[in-house]
């Protein structure tokens, strides 16, 4: 009798703490990437275009999928800047898309509504670009923390983003990557 309520009583204790560690486990970045505050980030060298980016990064991590990296106040554009040192002349692409029809400059994130850039942050599109060239559709942020337009053809490197507390399915990252598509093919 008491031998099976202490094995039962060790069998809930080593599965509270399995549950645990798988609790604790979700909620760091994997080995490759890296972590800051609530996010896991992923860079890579390989210089893509724009789309090739967004799409690689979809395919990545988190609940919902990656998306590019997405700066929405001045704390996250110092870290980036501060990550960039070194790189030269080269660059990260930004998750910023402009929508030819409206002109808008809009934050693409997997899963989730796209949210308008802040007029606050304009400050760091670079001196001497042409905001009214609209075949420039996305952005890219170099080493001098400065945002610069480029077109389709455009190759950077790429920069990855996931939230460790999404909870959009997959399912629905999907629809809304298959609606980006459609948009973008419609260009």
């Given at each position: 009798?008491?031998?099976?309520?202490?094995?039962?009583?060790?069998?809930?204790?080593?599965?509270?703490?399995?549950?645990?560690?798988?609790?604790?486990?979700?909620?760091?970045?994997?080995?490759?990437?890296?972590?800051?505050?609530?996010?896991?980030?992923?860079?890579?060298?390989?210089?893509?275009?724009?789309?090739?980016?967004?799409?690689?990064?979809?395919?990545?991590?988190?609940?919902?999928?990656?998306?590019?990296?997405?700066?929405?106040?001045?704390?996250?554009?110092?870290?980036?800047q501060?990550?960039?040192?070194?790189?030269?002349?080269?660059?990260?692409?930004?998750?910023?898309?402009?929508?030819?029809?409206?002109?808008?400059?809009?934050?693409?994130?997997?899963?989730?509504?796209?949210?308008?850039?802040?007029?606050?942050?304009?400050?760091?599109?670079?001196?001497?670009?042409?905001?009214?060239?609209?075949t420039?559709?996305?952005?890219?942020?170099?080493?001098?923390?400065?945002?610069?337009?480029?077109?389709?053809?455009?190759?950077?490197?790429?920069?990855?983003?996931?939230?460790?507390v999404?909870?959009?399915?997959r399912?629905?990252?999907?629809?809304s990557?298959?609606?980006?598509?459609?948009?973008?093919?419609?260009?």
């Open positions: 009798g008491s031998f099976q309520i202490t094995t039962s009583g060790i069998m809930k204790t080593v599965v509270l703490l399995l549950f645990a560690a798988i609790g604790s486990a979700q909620e760091l970045c994997p080995p490759t990437w890296d972590q800051w505050n609530d996010s896991c980030y992923y860079y890579s060298i390989d210089e893509v275009q724009w789309i090739n980016a967004l799409v690689g990064c979809g395919n990545m991590g988190g609940k919902g999928g990656a998306s590019l990296v997405t700066i929405f106040n001045d704390d996250k554009h110092d870290q980036i501060s990550d960039l040192r070194g790189a030269g002349d080269n660059g990260v692409w930004l998750a910023l898309y402009r929508d030819p029809d409206v002109g808008k400059w809009n934050w693409l994130q997997a899963g989730k509504p796209q949210v308008p850039l802040d007029s606050s942050l304009e400050k760091y599109i670079a001196p001497g670009q042409d905001m009214n060239d609209m420039k559709k996305n952005m890219y942020m170099k080493a001098d923390g400065l945002w610069y337009l480029d077109d389709w053809e455009g190759k950077h490197w790429t920069l990855c983003q996931y939230d460790l999404a909870t959009v399915s399912a629905n990252r999907k629809s990557m298959a609606q980006l598509h459609r948009s973008l093919r419609a260009d």
